[in-house]
């Protein structure tokens, strides 16, 4: 601990060893290139070159003067605006040998007279490019009166928006929505899009956010994602808006859901609270762990924890909901963010607390291919589960001079989770006659309890592009589970009506794991020249893990107090792992090149506290990598990048822990596993038109992975399993998938088409009673999309084509699952006279038969709903709701693997009809808000 804090002092006392103070200026005049005169009172932008932070500000004086004094010595970008002009953008430095920039007069171009300029006006578009920025301004588009941002983007050219809220730019997924730049709610952007008043933004900025790492070293790594800014007008930032939105409806489904916003200053606080058995469990209460999870962070590091155990009757429940059961879900949150001392430190906070139950039944048919035979097994099971989860998340950040910046990350989360399941399961070979029977429940209860502490410490060096920085992690898990296991196995022998052999498991379990773990990561950048430089790193982490299981049987006196020491174990893990990585970054004109690679060491060793005994392992994880990128014109690019990683056995591989959970499949254990390696090749390329709103897209990527880990099963002529992990030598799984996407506007009509087609192949291996088998699993699907929109009248999306599924393995020529399917989706909206608004939506599923299920599954599920709106500012809404009006919604999965091919079908919630009431609420800027 003294080391690492003298290592924090040196750091600090390095960062105040700084250049000496040099006193730069930028002067000009700005005017009019058409009369040569003075405009007055123009903005002047100084940026600095390597992140566009905004250094120094100014406005033109009567004359058109403007002066910036006080310019350190750096590079700088000057931006000159002025309304109805098209901006002037330069870039310059500042040294000792020119202290003085003067730009004489400075002609600013009437947009209008500009042939190709980067403003596009039309009846529905207003966009402006600035940089790698694509901006729109809401005063070009018709905003109706209580429009959340969701209805404002959807007039954007280039961008749809599902009936989700799923957000679709250029033919890319945009995955993050900020509001002045900040996180809103963490990472669910239709927490934004869906909540935010319409009115209320100033602008939208659409552009490829870069990594942590890059914004800060100025290096481009290639790490980009998708996302929308929603700058906020300065007079609609102090106030408060919000909805109450009540409903009840037929077969008992209600929901109820209420949000409030109160921005003032630089200050946000925001609160939500949502109930019902809708299907909806929250807004971003699925939102991923973002915190301690940054692009610094030592990963691919090899390290090994202990999971909570791998079965699914006794895994923690995370509350996710994927369609499958009846939810009733109970969540709200609460979150605040502020920015102080002139914005060198600002606070972003989060807390959410849920409740959600899931009760439903679930039906299975699997094929299960042998050699020379078939096991066909059928499953029906019911269950009932509840989460209560309470997650607070923190971001501290504060810039304590202009080179150094410390980032400070805070999350808990406390959760317990409970679960009762009750399985029968059957299975019999190809003449029908009976080869096991399984009768099976299981209770569970687990308390989780997760802290996770982020420290990273930038600094910039004297030299432009000399950087280092420090990420410090130190994070905790722990899980404790209490359950119950009761399950009956019988066996028979064939042409035999009776078992004739029986297994039964009656136990209680209990399980204490836990994790530590203690991560550093330094990072150095040193500009080699100027289109080359290099970027060093070093971590060093220490881990400990405790997995303490323990069976009981029950006493003669009804009480769970006999130890079953063959399925109780006590592991203890403790590993040390050594990072060092090297990448060359090239950059030059169009084209960014690195390449590099990183090297883990790792010492690893798992004591069995029971038998006294250890097992050691050391290894090397061996991590190559290449990216290319060549921008042929702004909005047009091709990337190509390799990526290698050497991929480690895990623990349930090496050393299996004994469980009798499924009395069909014993696992053993290899100690003797040898690594895989993993190669992955990715390209792309990217072309987007805005006068045209033309988008094209190829992606592609192809892996194959060397002596990759397989199964090995051997089954009995009973349906009994004894599976073990092996490597496959001489013979490599290999997977590919390609991806292409044409859209344009149709001028004509109006009306933005689209069409993609995607192909994917995998191919894997594993061992099924000894003899090798090879499966190959392929889905091709051709997708046409149609949209048109037209102001205050309809809005109408459709998206459908065909897909082809194979599902070939060579165990067993009768085992191919090889069949067509069809998917459509709709959704679109009507505005009626008399304030009404009808919207409607649907989706087509088909499913053919194949070889081994003889039956086609075909469902259309239609919902629409009719709104009517009061109230001059048509804030106040009722509307009459019908959820799959023909009722045909069954939950339905096929899937194939390794031979094996599996059908399932569950509950979902089906038809209902709903009443509701929704009130938007606001008071902006001093007063109501008024519409435009």
């Not at 993050?176 to 990472?187: A, Q, R």
């Not at 990217?686 to 089954?715: A, C, E, H, M, R």
């Not at 065909?802 to 909206?829: K, L």
Request: charged share 20%.
């Amino acid at each position: 601990m003294r080391q690492t804090i003298l290592l924090l002092c040196c750091f600090l006392f390095l960062s105040n060893t700084l250049q000496a103070q040099i006193s730069g200026t930028v002067k000009g005049y700005i005017t009019d290139t058409i009369n040569n005169s003075t405009l007055t009172k123009a903005s002047v932008s100084l940026l600095r070159a390597q992140d566009s932070i905004l250094v120094k500000f100014t406005r033109a004086k009567e004359n058109g003067y403007f002066e910036l004094n006080n310019i350190k010595a750096g590079k700088f970008i000057l931006l000159v605006s002025y309304p109805k002009y098209a901006d002037f953008v330069d870039q310059f430095s500042v040294d000792s040998t020119k202290l003085i920039k003067d730009y004489g007069k400075i002609n600013l171009e009437d947009r209008g007279k500009i042939l190709s300029e980067i403003i596009i006006k039309g009846n529905r578009a207003a966009m402006k490019i600035k940089g790698d920025t694509l901006e729109f301004d809401p005063k070009a588009f018709k905003i109706e009166p209580n429009a959340k941002v969701e209805d404002l983007i959807k007039q954007f050219p280039g961008i749809q928006i599902d009936k989700d809220g799923k957000i679709t730019a250029q033919g890319e997924t945009v995955t993050k929505v900020l509001v002045d730049g900040e996180e809103f709610f963490g990472d669910d952007p239709t927490l934004v899009t869906k909540n935010l008043r319409a009115d209320m933004v100033d602008k939208v900025q659409l552009y490829d956010k870069k990594s942590d790492q890059a914004a800060f070293t100025g290096i481009d790594d290639g790490q980009k994602t998708k996302t929308l800014n929603v700058k906020l007008k300065e007079d609609k930032k102090n106030g408060h808006f919000g909805k109450v939105e009540l409903g009840g409806g037929t077969d008992n489904f209600y929901k109820g859901q209420a949000m409030f916003n109160k921005f003032w200053d630089k200050k946000k606080l925001a609160a939500y609270g949502i109930l019902g058995n809708t299907g909806q469990v929250g807004l971003g209460w699925g939102d991923k762990d973002k915190y301690g999870q940054n692009s610094y962070q030592v990963t691919d590091d090899g390290g090994i924890n202990f999971s909570n155990n791998g079965n699914d009757e006794f895994e923690s429940w995370d509350g996710q909901f994927n369609g499958e059961g009846i939810p009733v879900a109970q969540t709200g949150g609460i979150h605040f963010d502020n920015k102080w001392n002139n914005d060198k430190e600002s606070i972003n906070a989060n807390y959410k607390i849920g409740d959600i139950k899931l009760s439903g039944n679930r039906n299975d048919i699997n094929q299960q291919n042998l050699t020379s035979s078939s096991i066909y097994n059928t499953s029906d099971k019911s269950f009932e589960k509840n989460m209560t989860k309470n997650k607070l998340d923190l971001a501290y950040e504060i810039k304590i001079d202009t080179t150094l910046t410390l980032k400070l990350n805070v999350d808990g989360l406390f959760k317990n989770s409970n679960s009762n399941e009750a399985e029968m399961r059957k299975g019999t070979d190809e003449q029908g006659n009976q080869l096991n029977n399984l009768k099976q429940t299981t209770t569970n209860d687990v308390d989780d309890r997760a802290f996770n502490i982020n420290t990273l410490l930038t600094k910039r060096l004297k030299k432009t592009g000399r950087t280092i920085s420090l990420n410090l992690n130190q994070s905790s898990t722990d899980s404790k589970s209490d359950g119950y296991l009761n399950s009956r196995a019988e066996f028979f022998t064939t042409s035999v009506i009776s078992p004739d052999s029986t297994k039964v498991v009656d136990q209680n379990k209990v399980n204490n794991i836990s994790n530590t773990a203690f991560k550093s990561n330094l990072i150095y950048t040193e500009p080699i020249s100027k289109s080359l430089s290099v970027i060093l790193n070093y971590g060093f982490n220490i881990s400990n893990g405790k997995a303490d299981r323990k069976s009981f049987n029950q006493s003669p006196n009804g009480d769970y107090n006999v130890l079953d020491s063959i399925f109780s174990n006590n592991y203890e893990l403790d590993q040390t792992i050594n990072q060092l990585g090297a990448i060359f970054n090239y950059k030059k004109n169009k084209t960014v090149f690195s390449f590099g690679s990183k090297f883990s060491g790792v010492n690893f060793k798992q004591y069995d506290v029971y038998t006294d005994s250890s097992f050691k392992q050391k290894f090397v994880n061996y991590m190559p990598q290449i990216n290319y990128q060549y921008n042929f014109k702004q909005r047009e690019s091709l990337r190509l990048s390799y990526n290698g990683n050497t991929d480690q056995p895990t623990l349930e591989q090496i050393q299996p822990i004994p469980n009798n959970l499924n009395q069909l499949n014993t696992i053993l254990g290899n100690p003797n596993l040898d690594p895989s390696f993993r190669n992955n090749f990715r390209g792309s390329y990217y072309s987007y038109k805005v006068l045209s709103n033309q988008y094209f897209s190829v992606n592609g990527s192809y892996n194959f992975t060397l002596d990759p880990i397989i199964s090995n099963v051997v089954t009995n002529d009973r349906g009994e399993s004894i599976s073990q992990f092996v490597n496959l030598k001489n013979k490599a799984a290999t997977s590919y998938y390609l991806n292409g996407n044409f859209g344009k506007t149709i001028k004509a009509i109006e009306m933005t088409a689209g069409i993609g087609l995607s192909a994917n192949k995998n191919v894997n291996y594993n061992y099924i009673n000894t003899k090798l088998n090879q499966t190959k699993n392929s889905t091709y699907s051709f997708n046409l999309n149609l949209s048109k929109y037209k102001e205050k009248k309809y809005n109408f999306n459709t998206s459908f084509g065909p897909t082809y599924n194979v599902a070939d393995a060579s165990i067993n020529e009768n085992s191919d699952s090889n069949g067509w399917g069809f998917n459509g989706n709709f959704w679109t909206s009507v505005e009626l006279p008399f304030k009404l608004e009808i919207s409607t939506d649907g989706n087509y599923q088909y499913n053919g038969k194949t070889q081994v299920i003889q039956e086609t599954f075909e469902r259309f599920i239609w919902n629409a709903s009719i709104t009517k709106k009061f109230l001059k500012t048509d804030n106040l809404r009722v509307s009459i709701t019908g959820r799959d009006l023909l009722n045909q919604n069954v939950g339905f999965n096929r899937s194939a693997y390794n031979g094996n091919i599996n059908q399932s079908t569950y509950t979902t919630i089906q038809r209902y009809f709903m009443f509701s009431v929704s009130w938007d609420f606001s008071k902006m800027g001093g007063g109501e808000i008024k519409q435009n």
